[in-house]
Nanobody, 127 residues
Framework: QVQLVESGGGLVQAGGSLRLSCAASIRTFSRYCMGWFRQAPGKEREFVAAISRNNINTYYADSVKGRFTISRDGAKNTVYLQMNSLKPEDTAVYYC????????????????????WGQGTQVTVSS
């Protein structure tokens, strides 16, 4: 049973920073590609960032490139999303996702590719 628990969301002013964490109860964390998605009210869930099993390959949505950084800590079974220079349009519920993969360099960008999801954490950026 895989469980993902996000934390670190909150209210921040535009230009500020937040760091989201996702603690994974996975016995073989290193076998999973990890991703962050977000969903704003009335919109579809969208890809934000992903990181490969081996912590080498990362991929970002154009809207967050240069501002957000995804990372993972195998010793803590945790994936992070450092969010800088936040904008009001970043306001959404942020979800962590995990998917097992054979390919160590795999990064996955579509929600349907992920098997496991967290409950989400709210990020609100005020102008």
């Amino acid at each position: 049973q895989v469980q993902l628990v996000e934390s670190g969301g909150g209210l921040v002013q535009a230009g500020g920073s937040l760091r989201l964490s996702c603690a994974a109860s996975i016995r073989t964390f290193s076998r999973y590609c990890m991703g962050w998605f977000r969903q704003a009210p009335g919109k579809e869930r969208e890809f934000v960032a992903a990181i490969s099993r081996n912590n080498i390959n990362t991929y970002y949505a154009d809207s967050v490139k240069g501002r957000f950084t995804i990372s993972r800590d195998g010793a803590k079974n945790t994936v992070y999303l450092q969010m800088n220079s936040l904008k009001p349009e970043d306001t959404a519920v942020y979800y962590c996702a995990a998917d097992s993969t054979v390919q160590v360099m795999d990064v996955k960008t579509f929600p349907d590719e992920y098997d496991y999801w967290g409950q989400g954490t709210q990020v609100t950026v005020s102008s």
